[in-house]
């Protein structure tokens, strides 16, 4: 079982930057890989980018390669999303998710515990 938080959500201007958090507990943080998804509203929820249990291996969305980077504590049992040079297609509810598998993937049906999301809104 484990247990997944999102924080750092909010509101931002274009071109600015913001980090996202996600706390986890339960599971060894340290033995599975970490997605991040997100959802705008009326479309489907798509996939960010993830990151190996090491921290060792990242893996991005073609939308924000170059612009965002995944990176985890494993002492802290946290994974983190910082993004820069934020656009208004941003906005959406961002999601962590945690693979039982230790290396990064895509596909959102791999993953087995999700937060409950948090809100990034990007005005221009």
């Known amino acids: 079982q484990v247990q997944l938080v999102e924080s750092g959500g909010g509101l931002v201007q274009a071109g600015r930057s913001l980090r996202l958090s996600c706390a986890a507990s339960g599971r060894t943080f340290s033995s599975y890989a970490m997605g991040w998804f997100r959802q705008a509203p009326g479309k489907e929820r798509e996939f960010v980018g993830a990151i190996s249990w090491s921290g060792g291996s990242t893996y991005y969305a073609d939308s924000v390669k170059g612009r965002f980077t995944i990176s985890r504590d494993n002492a802290k049992n946290t994974v983190y999303l910082q993004m820069n040079s934020l656009k208004p297609e941003d906005t959406a509810v961002y999601y962590c998710?945690?693979?039982?598998?230790?290396?990064?993937?895509?596909?959102?049906?791999?993953?087995?515990?999700w937060g409950q999301g948090t809100q990034v809104t990007v005005s221009s």
């Open positions: 998710a945690a693979d039982f598998d230790p290396f990064p993937r895509e596909d959102q049906y791999e993953y087995d515990y």
